[in-house]
């Protein structure tokens, strides 16, 4: 009975954790114009890193860099260097959508498996091995070649990261966040509110430390090495 809200669980040391997201992560449809050079790939790639950090979705990022590299090589190399092209990203359930549209609606990507996985086709071949599906939607004179990754959400606003996540979620809500003022009881935090109460909570962990004599500088060390382990642990998994 306890004072578990749906869709609360305990995880292995007896804490209460959610199974969902507390205050959602925000991730609106993005849209690039550009014109499909070979000199574009490398800043889309690092676009992609940047928007999907922002999206909180780091493990997602290589697929997608793949991905959009491939789907915009195919346009250079089989409608023309210098055709007026578009990147757009959304989230389409808990899988990551990628679109890349062009102007030419008579050439067609192709997947062509070959034993020596010849140049022809090889591009959609690496796109075919890390998305969960991908395909063409044809509009009039252009087109748009599609592909949807797969994540680690639950939900399109959720979040990753696991039981650490899990349990700071947990106790930004027992620590009784302020609701805004007019707003009705009880209504959720926004994320950037909720981040912002983040911070104050490390800091009055910090104070704790300090009233008990230790060394906040190094305790902070020693957290950030956690962070990174945890990180690396992450990449490797999902390598």
Avoid: Y
């Amino acid at each position: 009975m306890g004072g578990d809200t749906l869709g609360d669980r305990l995880d292995e040391g007896g804490v209460s954790v959610m199974s969902g997201c507390r205050f959602g992560v925000e991730r609106k449809r993005w849209e690039l114009p550009f014109l499909a050079e070979a000199e574009e790939l490398a800043g889309l790639r690092r676009v992609m890193r940047l928007h999907l950090g922002l999206w909180g979705l780091p493990s997602v990022v290589h697929s997608a860099q793949v991905c959009v590299t491939e789907l915009v090589s195919n346009v250079i190399k089989h409608v023309g260097a210098g055709t007026p092209t578009c990147l757009a990203v959304s989230m389409k359930g808990s899988l990551l959508r990628i679109e890349v549209s062009d102007s030419d609606g008579r050439t067609l990507p192709t997947l062509v498996k070959t034993a020596g996985l010849t140049e022809q086709g090889r591009g959609m071949a690496l796109v075919d091995g890390v998305a969960v599906r991908w395909g063409v939607i044809l509009r009039g004179d252009s087109k748009i070649t599609w592909c949807e990754l797969a994540t680690d959400l639950q939900t399109a606003d959720g979040h990753v990261g696991g039981t650490q996540v899990a349990k700071v979620e947990a106790l930004l809500g027992l620590c009784g966040l302020k609701v805004r003022a007019g707003s009705p009881p009880r209504e959720p935090l926004s994320v950037m509110e909720a981040a912002e109460a983040a911070t104050g909570l490390v800091a009055d962990l910090l104070h704790w430390l300090r009233a008990h004599g230790f060394d906040t500088d190094e305790a902070l060390d020693r957290a950030h090495l956690h962070f990174e382990a945890g990180v690396e642990a992450e990449d490797v998994t999902s390598s």
